[in-house]
Structure formats: C-alpha cells, structure tokens
C-alpha cells in the first residue's frame, strides 16, 4: 500500500501500472471490489428497479404528474398520484411561476434546492431553460447569503461531508455515496467561501452550487457530479457560538493534521474512482490553495477554479476587451487590487499569453503587471516579506500605499479588483482612471455582490459612460446619458462546467496551462458584434450551453495535442462530439 501511495505521489500513471494492482479502479472495475486486496474493504452493493411510493421519492426518476397512463399501471403508481398528467412545459411554467412569487432570494434558493431533491430534471429543465434568472439564485449572490445560514435553512444534507472524524476512514466514506462512477469532484474547505471570509462546514453551498452549473451550464451527467465538504474546524467565531451550526465546534486544524487529511482524501479519490476523476479546489484560503495546486498537479487531475478558472475567465474578457480599446495586450497596462488566488493567478495567465504573442520572456511580461495588496503597491523593497505567490510581482518602484495612489503612479489601462473586499474603487479611483483612459477597463471580479469593488451603476457613472465594466456577481443593465449598458458578469461559471468537459470527454489525466489559454480564446471568440455594442465583452449567459461546448472542444483538443488524452481515437469534429456528450434533462419513458 505504501509503495502504491508513493507511486501516485510520483506521478506513475494508472496505464501503465499492473492491471491488478490496487490502485485504478474506476475504469472498469467501478466498485473497486475485483482490485481491492484483503485489507481493504468492499460494500456489498445491491440494485433493485424503483418503482411505487420509492419511485415517487427517487429524485433521479421521478416525473411527478408526468407520469403517463402506463407508466402509472406499469411502476405501481395508481392512486399514488392524483389523474392529472401534466407535461414538463407545464410543470416548469408552473415552478417558475411559484418562485417569482418570493421575494426573498434565500426563499427562491431553498425552493430551488427542494425541487433537486424532489425531481432533478425539472431542478435541470428550469435552471437551463432560464439560466440568467436562475443563475443569481442558486449561484452568486444568493448562494453566498445561503452558506452563511446553512445550518438554518438545512433540510436534507447535500454532498459528502469528510471531516476530522472521518480520518483513517476516509475510503469507506467515499463507497457511503450511492453513486459509484464519479467524474467531477468539487471540494472546499469552507475556509475562503467568495468574499465572505471563513464559513466553515458551511461552505457546503458551494460545491453543490458549482455542480448544479457542470450539468446546466456544462452538460456533466448530475449523478457523476460529487460535492465534498472537508471540515477541519473553523475559526469564525460566531459560527462556533451558533447554536444551528453544523460542523466541527473547534478552531481549523493546520499543518500535518491538514495535509495529512488532505492527503487522505486526495489518494482515496483516485483509488477509488481513477486516474480521470477531475478534482476541482474551490474557495481554499489562498495558502493552501496553492500549496495543493503545487503538490497534487502533477499527480491528480486537479483544477483551482479561483486561480485557474478566473484567470481563463478575465483573461478571455480582457483579449475582447481590446477589441473595444484597441492596441495589443501587450500594450496595455494592468493593476490590480488583491494579490490572492484570483489576482495572482490572473496575472500569471496574462503575462503567459502576452508572453506567447509577442516572445518575450514571461519576466519581461510580468512587468507589465502590478499588485496592490493590503499593505500597497507590491514593489521590490517588500520582497523579502512577500509570501511566495506575490515575489515574482515585486517590481522596481518607490513604496505607494493607497490604491489611489497606485493608479496615480502606474497609469494602468485596466483595473482589476480581486481582494474580496467591497467599495475599494472609490468615486476618486475610477475618476483617475477615466482621466488617462479614453475607455477605462473596470474588473470588480469580488464576490458575492456585497463585496463588489463598486457598482455597475458607479462606474458608468463616474467615467460618464465610457468604462468597460464586467463583475463577478452580476449587475442590471444601467442606462446612462440616454444610452443603456449591460455590464459583463466576469465569473469562472463561464470556463469551469465547459473546461471540465473538455477533460472529461478527451479523458485527459492533467491540466495543462495551454488549456486554459485555449479555454480563455474559446469564450473570447463567442462575444458577437451586438454584445460590444452595448458594451458587452462577454457573450450573454443565455447561450452558455453553446459556449461550453466551443470551450469543451478547444481543451480537449489542447489535451490531444499535449498527448495527455486517454480517449482514444480523437473525435474529428470536437464541438459535435462534446455536444452530444451533453446531459439533456428531457425527461426518460420508462419502460
Ligand atoms: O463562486 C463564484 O461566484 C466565483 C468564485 O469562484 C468565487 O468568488 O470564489
Ligand atoms: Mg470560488
């Protein structure tokens, strides 16, 4: 077992290891039962046709009033359901109807996670067929708001929780799920959940919101889909105190107790799922995300969707932005407010594909690039103090402490707020950008909408229409001197659910860098003429099905050329193939 663990800590892949070796299962052998030696132990899993009261329960399968005459005769639902049968259309027309009713988001959040657990292709059906509407609703800001009162609003638990407990034990915990064939993990900490802080066990909303956009938004089949909470503790004083919350009561653990469950988990996964599983860290505090980015890369198919998918994200509206702008990327002038996860791995991308363009070194390019964090602008003097992610962004210049400050001395042509940290583009900052900038591009990438660097209203406002504006949380159209911009919702939603299925349907066994910059092109070609018009440097959500696809089959493409593919031969038309990969949530007729 120990020998296995290292290999997969080297990064030995699982097709060319002995067949019978423990670890790999998950290709074929899917409950590990045939690869499992003596030690470890095995589920005895049973299977039995749904049907009757257990059917109606059956989230997966149920249909409610959808169930035809035969079905009914057929499945032992007579008189279990009154004798309407109503279509799909119907039912939809009908939630839809039900949930505008709420005024409340947090009520058409839990409306939303009630109808999951009640019937996931309606749950599906909606949230594609009204994707802007429902997106703020089951995603940010709403999801953010849910989190902090998670333990309140609990009705029945989502994903899987691994905590301290589960040490030792965290295999078996994973053969708990009733699903066997995993393909996309999300996992937290709960430690960074948005811009909100340390949420705890809690940040269970997260995980589950991503994955309810890998299926509406990217197509992954839900029952592949894995949600994981890791609960190590928390140090947010008032959820210990909170008499609903419901994780660990005691201060986060860190160092080798945290690596060493991480650990854990990260080995079981792939023991028990495979080398393809993909594994997606989300909302981590920014030293362990890159800490497990680093160790795990080159062993696991491991994504950071705040570094990574953020970066493809902004990068791809960037690269649409200068069509607005005009120059190069290579002429442009970046700042940013917030050196974390999101700001530095932003910054790294840019500098990669200007580097990419124009063939000059990435430590030439870096230097068009500059950080501001909590103590000002990262300049060389502070190197020595830097944590390591910021080192490579210390540049020659004086100290400068303030942001405004900042944007006084470097002049940037684009501004990009990442801190977590709401109204820090004052009134004071946009007007100096707005004052060397014919068009200032505003990147206020915090979230969720409470935590916004500013407003959408306020940056068309202070710079009297001419900003190009995109947010992480999503903002309403503005009108302004007569004219009506829509601002762009600058979120990995757009790169992660399509990203993830470029892996999934080239079964790739590592992400590459050059994915993500395919990734980033993928979205930056789908914003039309009309969307710039208005301002726009993304392309409308309402085609994000669409663009998925476009993204999947330039990440799989990248996979194949990097020879990191397993599914083999090579689809000829990528964008077809991902498509009809896609989860339809149409409902089955059972037989
Ligand atoms: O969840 C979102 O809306 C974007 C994101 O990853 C974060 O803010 O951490
Ligand atoms: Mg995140």
């Given at each position: 077992m120990e020998s296995t663990l290292k290999e997969m800590r080297d990064g030995a892949s699982v097709l060319?290891?002995?067949?019978?070796?423990?670890?790999?299962?998950?290709?074929?052998?899917?409950?590990?039962?045939?690869?499992?030696?003596?030690?470890?132990?095995?589920?005895?899993w049973t299977f039995s046709v749904a049907s009757g009261y257990t059917l109606l329960r059956d989230p997966h399968h149920n249909k409610g009033l959808s169930f035809t005459e035969k079905e009914r005769d057929a499945h032992y639902l007579r008189g279990l359901l009154p004798p309407a049968i109503v279509s799909q259309a119907l039912q939809e027309k009908?939630?839809?109807?039900?949930?505008?009713?709420?005024?409340?988001?947090?009520?058409?959040?839990?409306?939303?996670?009630?109808?999951?657990?009640?019937?996931?292709?309606?749950?599906y059906k909606l949230l594609i067929d009204n994707v802007e509407e429902l997106l703020p609703v089951v995603y940010t800001p709403t999801v953010g708001e849910a989190c902090q009162k998670y333990g309140s609003i609990l009705r029945r638990p989502q994903g899987l929780y691994i905590s301290l407990k589960e040490k030792g034990k965290i295999l078996e915990v994973l053969k708990n799920w009733p699903k066997k064939s995993i393909q996309v993990i999300v996992v937290t900490d709960g430690e960074r959940i948005l811009g909100l802080g340390d949420l705890g066990c809690q940040g269970m909303g997260i995980p589950v919101g991503k994955l309810a956009l890998y299926t509406a938004l990217g197509g992954i089949r839900p029952s592949v889909c894995l949600p994981v909470t890791i609960d190590v503790g928390t140090n947010n004083e008032q959820l210990l105190k909170d008499e609903f919350y419901i994780g660990l009561r005691q201060r986060r653990a860190t160092g080798q107790e945290?690596?060493?469950?991480?650990?854990?988990?990260?080995?079981?996964?792939?023991?028990?799922?495979?080398?393809?599983?993909?594994?997606?860290?989300?909302?981590?505090?920014?030293?362990?995300a890159f800490e497990l980015l680093a160790k795990y890369g080159t062993t696991h198919l491991v994504f950071n969707d705040d570094i990574q998918g953020t970066a493809s994200v902004v990068l791809a509206g960037v690269v649409a932005a200068l069509k607005l702008v005009g120059g190069t990327l290579a002429e442009q002038t970046f700042l940013f407010l917030g050196a974390g996860e999101a700001g530095t791995g932003i910054a790294e991308l840019i500098a990669l594909e200007m580097s990419k363009q124009t063939k000059a070194p990435l430590e030439e390019t870096r230097k068009k690039i500059w950080l501001v964090d909590s103590k000002g602008l990262i300049v060389s003097s502070r190197k020595e103090s830097l944590q390591h992610f910021k080192k490579h962004w210390a540049h020659e210049h004086e100290p400068v402490k303030t942001l405004l400050d900042a944007v006084k001395a470097i002049k940037p042509t684009m501004l990009i707020g990442s801190s977590g940290v709401g109204q820090t583009f004052t009134k004071e900052v946009v007007e100096a950008m707005a004052s060397f900038n014919e068009r200032p591009v505003i990147f206020a990438l915090s979230n969720p909408t409470s935590q916004s660097e500013c407003t959408a209203e306020e940056a068309y406002s202070w710079t009297k229409g001419r900003a190009i504006f995109a947010s992480g949380s999503p903002f309403d159209p503005v009108e302004c001197n007569g004219k009506v911009f829509v601002p762009g919702q600058s979120n990995n939603a757009y790169i992660f659910p399509g990203f993830g299925l470029g892996l999934v349907i080239s079964g790739a066994i590592r992400v590459h860098d050059d994915m993500l910059l395919a990734s980033s092109e993928a979205l930056a070609g789908q914003v039309a003429e009309e969307n710039f018009e208005k301002g726009l440097i993304y392309p409308p959500f309402s085609n994000i099905r669409k663009i998925s696809a476009e993204i999947a089959a330039n990440v799989a493409a990248k996979a194949y050329d990097l020879g990191l593919a397993t599914r083999l031969p090579r689809p000829a038309n990528l964008v077809k193939y991902a498509e009809s990969c896609m989860y339809s949530p149409v409902y089955r007729s059972y037989r």
């Open positions: 060319d290891m002995d067949p019978k070796s423990t670890v790999g299962g998950g290709v074929e052998d899917v409950y590990g039962e045939d690869r499992a030696t003596e030690d470890i132990l095995v589920t005895p009908k939630v839809m109807h039900n949930l505008r009713k709420y005024q409340v988001p947090l009520q058409r959040y839990m409306a939303m996670m009630d109808l999951q657990e009640r019937n996931e292709r309606l749950f945290y690596s060493e469950l991480l650990h854990e988990f990260m080995c079981a996964v792939k023991q028990n799922y495979g080398e393809k599983v993909l594994i997606q860290f989300e909302d981590f505090a920014n030293h362990n």
